[in-house]
């Protein structure tokens, strides 16, 4: 299979019916043979029902995991990554905040051996912001991306390791993902740590992003899980998974 696009959803049942006809659609355009498959992290609003009802053609393989609870966007995007079949694997928030188009060039990429892992980035030049976050939000940013660098020692070059929308070759992907212990939001962080600590080639690319303010991130209930979660990825970092 050539690519698999990974969507997790938590209560997007508004969103995600257009999620998974946007993913289809790219898959076709590109005639690739591909799979979608939303992972519904316990929903209380039937998402996952709604994925279902979106309207792909037959060519498309569409799975739908449903999670019993609840159990972090980490947790996931590893359930939907290990489900995958593709050489290439791409992981995207709902919302579709970046065109599918951005992938692309780092598509080609990855299947010239290039490059192992692209990651998207809001703050390389060349990206275009059509909406942007709360000013709280970006000042929360700034903070994590230097405590990011402080605590775990991810290279400084890396300039937006929280962007939902990223490539791996499909190996990589998978192998990374079943040692993945993050179960929250910091799980890209965590990947990236083990990544250059294997020695993978990770990039990142500018794209087109559009802020979706329906976000499930809640940064003050969320600041404990988060601050754990950092000191988890310190430890991985160090070697002391």
């Known amino acids: ?34 799979e979608v498959i939303v992972v519904d992290d316990g929903s209380s609003d039937g998402t996952a029902e709604a994925a279902r009802s979106a309207g792909i053609p ?15 966007k980490g947790f996931a995007v590893k359930t939907g990554i290990l489900a995958s079949q593709g050489d290439i694997v791409l992981f995207a928030d709902s919302g579709t905040c970046v065109p599918y188009g951005d992938a692309l060039p780092q598509i080609k ?34 903070f994590f991306r230097l405590a990011a660098v402080v605590l775990t020692g991810v290279p400084p070059r890396f300039t937006d390791t929280q962007c939902g929308f990223k490539l791996y070759k499909g190996e990589v992907a998978r192998e990374l993902f079943a040692e993945c212990l993050t179960k929250g939001y910091l799980f890209e962080l965590e990947i990236l740590v083990r990544a250059l600590g294997k020695g993978y080639r990770v990039e990142e690319f500018p794209v087109e992003w559009t802020c979706d303010r329906d976000t499930r991130l809640k940064p003050g209930s969320d600041a404990l899980g988060v601050a754990r979660d950092l000191f988890r990825v310190r430890k991985i970092s160090r070697g002391k998974d």
Do not use: C, H, W, Y
Request: proline share 1%; hydrophobic share 45%.
């Open 1 to 34: 299979m050539d690519i698999s696009i990974v969507l997790p959803a938590l209560n997007e049942a508004n969103k995600i019916r257009s999620d998974v006809e946007a993913a289809a659609a790219f898959i076709v355009e590109q005639k690739k043979q591909g």
């Open 58 to 72: 037959s060519a498309v393989k569409r799975e739908v995991i449903r999670l019993k609870k609840n159990t972090g």
């Open 109 to 142: 990429r990855i299947l010239a051996g290039e490059v192992d892992i692209a990651m998207a980035s809001r703050r390389l030049k060349g990206s275009v912001i059509r909406r942007n976050r709360s000013l709280k939000r970006r000042v929360l940013s700034r």
